[in-house]
Nanobody
Framework: QVQLKQSGGGLMQAGGSVRLSCVAS????????MGWLRQAPGKEREFVAG????????AYDDSVKGRFTISRDNAVNTIYLQMNSLKPEDAAVYYC?????????????????WGQGTRVTVSS
Protein backbone atom coordinates (compact mmCIF):
# COMPACT_ATOMS: atom_id res chain seq x y z
CA GLN A 1 0.00 0.00 0.00
CA VAL A 2 0.99 3.64 -0.33
CA GLN A 3 3.25 4.79 2.45
CA LEU A 4 4.98 8.08 3.11
CA LYS A 5 7.34 7.75 6.02
CA GLN A 6 8.67 10.97 7.46
CA SER A 7 11.72 11.64 9.59
CA GLY A 8 13.44 14.69 11.01
CA GLY A 9 11.99 17.52 12.99
CA GLY A 10 12.04 18.08 16.73
CA LEU A 11 12.94 21.01 18.94
CA MET A 12 15.03 23.69 17.25
CA GLN A 13 16.29 27.11 18.20
CA ALA A 14 15.28 30.18 16.26
CA GLY A 15 17.84 30.76 13.53
CA GLY A 16 18.69 27.10 13.35
CA SER A 17 18.27 24.54 10.60
CA VAL A 18 16.70 21.14 10.18
CA ARG A 19 16.03 18.77 7.31
CA LEU A 20 12.86 16.77 6.96
CA SER A 21 12.80 13.61 4.86
CA CYS A 22 9.95 11.59 3.43
CA VAL A 23 10.45 8.14 1.92
CA ALA A 24 7.72 6.90 -0.38
CA SER A 25 6.70 3.35 -1.17
CA UNK A 26 3.80 1.49 -2.74
CA UNK A 27 3.42 3.70 -5.79
CA UNK A 28 5.40 4.96 -8.77
CA UNK A 29 7.07 7.84 -7.01
CA UNK A 30 8.62 9.41 -10.10
CA UNK A 31 5.17 10.03 -11.58
CA UNK A 32 3.90 12.00 -8.62
CA UNK A 33 4.30 15.62 -7.68
CA MET A 34 5.10 16.06 -4.02
CA GLY A 35 4.53 18.71 -1.43
CA TRP A 36 5.24 19.74 2.11
CA LEU A 37 2.38 21.24 4.08
CA ARG A 38 2.10 22.22 7.72
CA GLN A 39 -0.52 22.70 10.36
CA ALA A 40 -0.10 24.83 13.44
CA PRO A 41 -2.44 24.51 16.43
CA GLY A 42 -5.80 26.08 15.72
CA LYS A 43 -4.97 26.70 12.08
CA GLU A 44 -5.77 25.01 8.82
CA ARG A 45 -3.24 22.93 6.99
CA GLU A 46 -1.27 25.17 4.66
CA PHE A 47 1.02 24.75 1.71
CA VAL A 48 4.71 25.20 2.38
CA ALA A 49 6.49 23.91 -0.73
CA GLY A 50 5.83 21.76 -3.76
CA UNK A 51 7.90 20.05 -6.42
CA UNK A 52 7.01 18.58 -9.78
CA UNK A 53 7.45 14.91 -10.63
CA UNK A 54 10.83 15.49 -12.26
CA UNK A 55 12.08 18.13 -9.86
CA UNK A 56 12.27 20.86 -12.48
CA UNK A 57 9.53 23.03 -11.00
CA UNK A 58 9.02 24.07 -7.41
CA ALA A 59 7.13 26.67 -5.44
CA TYR A 60 7.12 28.05 -1.94
CA ASP A 61 4.79 29.94 0.29
CA ASP A 62 5.97 33.51 0.69
CA SER A 63 6.54 32.96 4.41
CA VAL A 64 9.33 30.42 3.74
CA LYS A 65 10.73 31.63 0.43
CA GLY A 66 14.48 32.03 0.61
CA ARG A 67 14.73 29.97 3.80
CA PHE A 68 13.31 26.56 2.88
CA THR A 69 14.29 24.32 -0.02
CA ILE A 70 12.35 21.36 -1.31
CA SER A 71 14.12 18.66 -3.28
CA ARG A 72 13.60 15.10 -4.40
CA ASP A 73 15.67 12.09 -5.32
CA ASN A 74 13.67 9.78 -7.53
CA ALA A 75 16.38 7.13 -7.33
CA VAL A 76 15.56 6.58 -3.66
CA ASN A 77 11.91 7.66 -3.64
CA THR A 78 12.58 10.49 -1.21
CA ILE A 79 11.77 14.14 -0.85
CA TYR A 80 13.42 16.58 1.50
CA LEU A 81 12.66 19.91 3.06
CA GLN A 82 15.72 21.84 4.15
CA MET A 83 14.61 24.47 6.64
CA ASN A 84 17.05 27.26 7.47
CA SER A 85 16.79 30.42 9.54
CA LEU A 86 13.92 28.95 11.50
CA LYS A 87 11.44 31.29 13.13
CA PRO A 88 9.02 30.61 15.99
CA GLU A 89 6.15 30.96 13.52
CA ASP A 90 7.50 27.96 11.60
CA ALA A 91 6.47 25.72 14.48
CA ALA A 92 3.89 23.21 13.26
CA VAL A 93 3.31 19.62 12.33
CA TYR A 94 4.79 19.13 8.88
CA TYR A 95 3.33 16.66 6.41
CA CYS A 96 4.70 15.36 3.17
CA UNK A 97 2.07 14.66 0.56
CA UNK A 98 1.87 12.97 -2.82
CA UNK A 99 -0.24 14.07 -5.74
CA UNK A 100 -1.00 11.74 -8.63
CA UNK A 101 -0.23 14.48 -11.15
CA UNK A 102 2.94 15.82 -12.78
CA UNK A 103 2.67 19.16 -10.99
CA UNK A 104 2.28 20.20 -7.38
CA UNK A 105 -0.72 22.05 -6.04
CA UNK A 106 -0.99 24.84 -3.51
CA UNK A 107 -4.23 23.27 -2.24
CA UNK A 108 -4.02 20.58 0.41
CA UNK A 109 -7.23 18.95 -0.83
CA UNK A 110 -5.61 18.05 -4.14
CA UNK A 111 -3.02 15.73 -2.58
CA UNK A 112 -3.87 12.06 -2.55
CA UNK A 113 -1.65 10.57 0.11
CA TRP A 114 -0.11 11.88 3.31
CA GLY A 115 2.75 11.12 5.62
CA GLN A 116 2.26 10.66 9.33
CA GLY A 117 3.40 14.17 10.17
CA THR A 118 6.41 15.34 12.10
CA ARG A 119 6.45 18.10 14.67
CA VAL A 120 8.83 21.02 14.41
CA THR A 121 9.09 23.22 17.48
CA VAL A 122 11.09 26.44 17.38
CA SER A 123 12.19 28.12 20.57
CA SER A 124 12.96 31.82 20.56
Amino acid sequence: QVQLKQSGGGLMQAGGSVRLSCVASGFTFRRYAMGWLRQAPGKEREFVAGISWDGTRSAYDDSVKGRFTISRDNAVNTIYLQMNSLKPEDAAVYYCAARNHPDYSLQARLYDNWGQGTRVTVSS
